[in-house]
C-alpha cells in the first residue's frame, strides 16, 4: 500500500496520520477522547455526488439510507437534489424529518406490513418497490380499500451473479429478494385486473460491494430487453431503477481509483441504455459514503499469547459490525507512526470470540493508548450498530 500518492485518502506528515489533508493528532476531538467516535469529512460524500452528476442521463439519486442515516449526511444529499431509498416507516420518518418530501422517497424491502404500505399509500411516496407477487395484492387491496392510486416498482431479480460475499449478493436464484422473472405471468395478472396501480417503474439491485461492472451490464442487457417489452403494454412505466452495489476496494485508499470504477460503469449506462426513453434511477449507498468516515479508537491493552500480539480496542462489533459479519477487510490507520513493524490480532472489546477486525495485520508499533483509525466507516458502520454489552454507540464529529 503506497501512502505517498497525493490521491491517498491517508498520508503520514512527520509521522502523524493524515486524513484527507486533516492532521488528526491535532483535532479537538482527539485531543479530548472519551469513547470512540466518528469522523467526517463531507467534502468526500460531495464529490462523489458531483462525480454521479457528470452522468447526463442519470434521472434522480435515491441514496440508500440504510447505508448511513446520519443527519448531517442526509441533509447534504437533500442539498444536492436526490431522493432516498428507505427500507422501514422508521427510515421514511426520519427522511421525512430532514426534509425530504413524501415524493423524495423510494420504497423498497421485503417485508413491508400492511401499516407501513397504508402509510405510503395515503402519503403519495414516489414509488413503492414491490418485491413478492404476495406484496403486489396486498399494495392493491390497501390502494382499493384507501381508494388511492399508488405508483409501483417491480423489483426484478435479473438472477446474475454479482460475484461478491455470498451475504451481500440479492440477484440469484432463490433469493428472498425481489420477483423472478418467472413470476411475470402472475404479475401482470394482478396488473391487468387492478385500477389502482400505475406501473412506474422496473428495477434491480443484483447485491452490494460489486467490484466487476461488467456484472452491471449483464444485469441491464437481460433487464431492458424486458423493460421494453413491458413498455408496449404499460403506458406508465417511465422509470428505470438501476438499483445501487457499485464498490470500493477496502484495500486501496486511491481515490482516483473509486472516480475510474464510477466512469466504467457510467460508460456502460451510457452505451447500453441510449435509446431507453425512461427517468433512470440509482441507489447507491456505500459508494457515496463508505469513504467519508474513519472510526477512531484507543488501543487498551497489548496482550502476547504463544502464537500472536492481541491489540484489544475499545471498539468492536458494537460499532463496526461488518468484518465479523461478513469478513469484510477494514484498514487500521495507527495515528502516530513508529520505525518498527509488527503483526497484530486487532480485536474489541466485545464477549463474543468473534470481535476481531484482523487476525494478522502487519502495521507500523503499536503502544498501549495510541489512537488508530478504522478506514471506510462511513457506510454500513453505525447505521449497524448496537448497544451489545451496552457499548456506547459511536459518536459523530465532523471535520
Ligand atoms: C434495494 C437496494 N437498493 C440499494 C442498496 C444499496 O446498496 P449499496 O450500498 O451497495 O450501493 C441496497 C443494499 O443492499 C438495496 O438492497
Not at 442519470?58 to 432516498?84: P, Q
Not at 441491464?220 to 404499460?234: E, G, L, N, T, W
Request: glycine fraction near 6%; proline fraction near 2%; include cysteine.
Amino acid at each position: 500500500m503506497s501512502l505517498d500518492n497525493s490521491n491517498n485518502l491517508f498520508t503520514y506528515k512527520n509521522n502523524s496520520l493524515h486524513f484527507n489533508r486533516h492532521d488528526l493528532m491535532q483535532h479537538q476531538c482527539i485531543k479530548n477522547y472519551k469513547s470512540p467516535f466518528l469522523l467526517y469529512d463531507l467534502n468526500i460524500v460531495q464529490d462523489r455526488l458531483n462525480w454521479l452528476k457528470e452522468w447526463k442521463g442519470l434521472g434522480r439519486l435515491h441514496f440508500a439510507m440504510k447505508s448511513n442515516y446520519t443527519e448531517d449526511v442526509l441533509k447534504l444529499i437533500l442539498k444536492n437534489g436526490c431522493g432516498v431509498d428507505v427500507v422501514s416507516l422508521g427510515e421514511i420518518k426520519l427522511a421525512l424529518k430532514v426534509g425530504f418530501k413524501p415524493q423524495d422517497i423510494l420504497f423498497s424491502g421485503v417485508a413491508k406490513t400492511v401499516s407501513e404500505i397504508e402509510w405510503a399509500v395515503q402519503n403519495d411516496l414516489y414509488q413503492i418497490n414491490v418485491e413478492s407477487i404476495s406484496e403486489l395484492k396486498r399494495v392493491d387491496q390497501i390502494s382499493q380499500r384507501l381508494n388511492k392510486q399508488v405508483n409501483v416498482g417491480l423489483r426484478l431479480n435479473p438472477e446474475v451473479d454479482a460475484k461478491t460475499h455470498p451475504n451481500i449478493a440479492t440477484a440469484l436464484k432463490d433469493s428472498k429478494f425481489g420477483l423472478n422473472l418467472s413470476d411475470l405471468p402472475a404479475v401482470e395478472s394482478v396488473l391487468k385486473s387492478t385500477k389502482q396501480i400505475q406501473l412506474k417503474s422496473l428495477s434491480f439491485h443484483i447485491g452490494s460491494q460489486v467490484m466487476d461492472v461488467t456484472i452491471f451490464q449483464e444485469a441491464i442487457v437481460r433487464m431492458k430487453a424486458i423493460f421494453s417489452d413491458f413498455q408496449k403494454r404499460y403506458s406508465s412505466l417511465d422509470r428505470f431503477d438501476l438499483g445501487g452495489g457499485l464498490g470500493i476496494n477496502y484495500k486501496d485508499h486511491d481515490i482516483s481509483h473509486d472516480q475510474k470504477r464510477w466512469q466504467d460503469l457510467k460508460a456502460i449506462y451510457e452505451k447500453e441504455l441510449a435509446g431507453i426513453k425512461a427517468d433512470f434511477l440509482i441507489e447507491m449507498g456505500r459508494f457515496v459514503v463508505a469513504r467519508s468516515a474513519i472510526l477512531i479508537a484507543q488501543l487498551q491493552y497489548i496482550k502476547k499469547t504463544e502464537n500472536k500480539t492481541i491489540a484489544i480496542l475499545d471498539v468492536g462489533m458494537n460499532n463496526l459490525l461488518r468484518p465479523m459479519l461478513y469478513q469484510a477487510y477494514h484498514q487500521l490507520y495507527p495515528l502516530t507512526q513508529r520505525q518498527a513493524k509488527q503483526t497484530y490480532m486487532i480485536a474489541g472489546p466485545i464477549c463474543e470470540s468473534s470481535d476481531i477486525f484482523h487476525q494478522d495485520i502487519e502495521l507500523t508499533e503499536l503502544q498501549e493508548g495510541d489512537f488508530v483509525a478504522i478506514a471506510d466507516a462511513g457506510a454500513y458502520a453505525k447505521s449497524m450498530a448496537s448497544n451489545y454489552n451496552l457499548q456506547p454507540i459511536a459518536e459523530d464529529y465532523f471535520l
